[in-house]
């Protein structure tokens, strides 16, 4: 045996473990600093970051779930997430792909009851993909602003009459699309989405994320609707020091009803990074850009940008009071999630643009 070998192997593990401790503890000192500046707002309440390295994964946790000096959130603190919502129904639109059960390109009317496309043009051109990457013309109602001139709309409950008939309804009185191919920020479109994908395997939408998020994915902390065993481990939403309700969204839950813990949002991040051989195909067309001729690159869900030359897939949500934004890098083996119970989006954006570019370094 030869000892010069293992001790120069010794070395090098003692130096590797050194620079793995030192790139942790540097990490660290800009979480920390990012914490910092979230909580000279007073207003702020509770803040959770995770960060992906290859094989390590890094949670971090700050402030409380109902006031800031609580400091009571931790790995199972459940967060809103709002419109990363949409990342995990875009999912399940891959993984029925990849199972020869729907196809992305078809036509959202092969879907729809009897009647509903009647005369309509858009009924033999509006996809399921062009719902999913917000390109299909049809009505947005991207925000409680554009609900307030329907009838029947509660500001208590905004999203509350988006029953599954009035939003046929609306397709019904839809005779034009405005902008088709154009990218237009959509939460009734993926509504639609989880609505087609349920009626084509003659189930509801939840019983589908059931079945491709949580049982597939072992996400069981990830949850359309909180059981109310689990309530007290919501991190309640806040807009400055006002308690907000945690959203419903009816019929258009599949846009933004999420709530998870950080440790299941990372798993969920990691399998992008990661691609498991029983996944791999579904990954791969969730990253794939499918709008080959627009000048905007978007996956299904995922928004893609090049940033220090790197491809990098994006999204972020907001609710009435919670704030969420989800990051990778898979050229990189890198993710970043941040969680806040604040609507702070605008803010988590600057904060995971910094981290990125320290991760990316």
Not at 167 to 187: A, E, P, V
Request: with cysteine; charged share 20%.
């Amino acid at each position: 045996m030869n000892i010069s070998v293992i001790t120069k192997q010794a070395s090098f593990f003692l130096l590797f473990a050194c620079c793995q401790n030192t790139i942790a503890q540097n990490i660290k000192v800009l979480v920390d600093s990012i914490a910092k500046v979230h909580f000279q707002d007073s207003t702020n309440v509770g803040l959770s970051i995770g960060i992906i390295e290859n094989d390590s994964i890094r949670e971090y946790y700050y402030g409380g779930k109902y006031v800031h000096n609580l400091k009571d959130i931790d790995s199972a603190t459940l967060f809103e997430i709002g419109s990363v919502t949409k990342l995990y129904t875009s999912f399940i639109l891959a993984s029925l792909e990849t199972e020869n059960k729907i196809s992305r390109f078809d036509l959202l009317s092969k879907y729809l009851p009897q009647g509903v496309t009647d005369d309509k043009l858009w009924g033999s051109k509006v996809r399921l993909v062009d719902l999913a990457t917000h390109t299909s013309g049809l009505p947005q109602f991207e925000s409680t602003k554009s609900l307030i001139g329907l009838e029947g709309f509660d500001e208590n409950d905004p999203y509350g009459l988006f029953t599954e008939d009035f939003m046929l309804d609306i397709l019904k009185k839809t005779d034009t699309l405005n902008n088709y191919g154009k990218i237009r920020y959509s939460n009734f479109g993926i509504g639609l989405l989880g609505y087609a994908m349920a009626k084509s395997q003659n189930t509801s939408f939840s019983d589908l994320f059931m079945k491709y998020i949580v049982k597939n994915q072992g996400l069981e902390s990830t949850y359309l609707s909180v059981p109310e065993r689990y309530l007290t481990d919501i991190a309640i939403p806040h807009r400055k020091l006002k308690k907000m309700p945690l959203i419903h969204l009816a019929g258009m839950s599949p846009s933004g009803s999420i709530k998870t813990s950080m440790p299941d949002l990372l798993s969920f991040l990691d399998i992008h990074l990661k691609k498991p051989v029983a996944i791999k195909n579904t990954v791969e067309l969730v990253l794939e850009n499918q709008l080959k001729n627009n000048e905007q690159a978007v996956g299904l869900g995922w928004g893609i940008h090049t940033i220090q030359n790197e491809t990098m897939y994006f999204h972020n949500g907001g609710t009435y009071g919670s704030s969420s934004i989800v990051l990778i890098v898979p050229s990189k083996m890198i993710g970043v999630a941040i969680l806040s119970n604040n609507s702070s989006e605008g803010q988590l954006t600057s904060f995971i643009l910094k981290l990125i570019n320290k991760l990316i370094d």
